[in-house]
């Protein structure tokens, strides 16, 4: 018996402008109030507005401002998942987060002045201290797919 049941399944798009930020917080808030508690939410809101901003700012900073984020939000009995999907060059976030692993494992490290890598340093502690699963694919149709996804206790 499949006890992993798709119980939600969203989706949004919006244009590659910061503008579109309180479309997607808008959006994501009728998350708030399901099965999802709090605090799981809180921390995939902040990851997804980390992403958007990544993808904006870096993805596709070089394409237009028209230029489509997808975005989707699936909740299981089992799990809840965040999706964004952008157009850009391929990035190896892995690693990325496996240099900022090293970095941040010196006590000597001092995240202020990283402030362009913070970004990495959340979703690397999201991964190492919360316990989301995060990865970076590229897919057909030339895009790539950033899955945050966080195992529900059943």
């Not at 018996?1 to 930020?21: E, G, I, K, R, Y």
């Not at 309180?22 to 980390?50: M, R, S």
């Not at 990495?120 to 694919?137: A, E, M, N, Q, V």
Request: hydrophobic share 40%; charged share 25%; proline share 3%.
């Amino acid at each position: 018996m499949d006890t992993n049941l798709l119980l939600h399944n969203f989706s949004l798009q919006v244009v590659s402008d910061l503008d579109a930020m309180a479309t997607v917080v808008e959006w994501f808030d009728q998350f708030k109030n399901t099965q999802i508690p709090y605090q799981i939410w809180l921390e995939g809101q902040t990851a997804l507005l980390e992403g958007f901003t990544n993808v904006v700012r870096h993805a596709h900073s070089h394409l237009s401002p028209e230029t489509p984020v997808d975005l989707e939000v699936q909740i299981c009995s089992e799990y809840f998942q965040i999706r964004i999907w952008d157009q850009g060059d391929i990035f190896d976030l892995e690693a990325a987060l496996e240099s900022f692993y090293q970095e941040t494992s010196q006590s000597e490290f001092d995240p202020l002045e990283h402030e362009s890598q913070w970004g990495c340093i959340f979703f690397l502690k999201l991964r190492k201290d919360y316990g989301w699963t995060i990865s970076y694919i590229r897919e057909l149709e030339n895009r790539n797919c950033l899955l945050l996804k966080k195992r529900l206790a059943i």
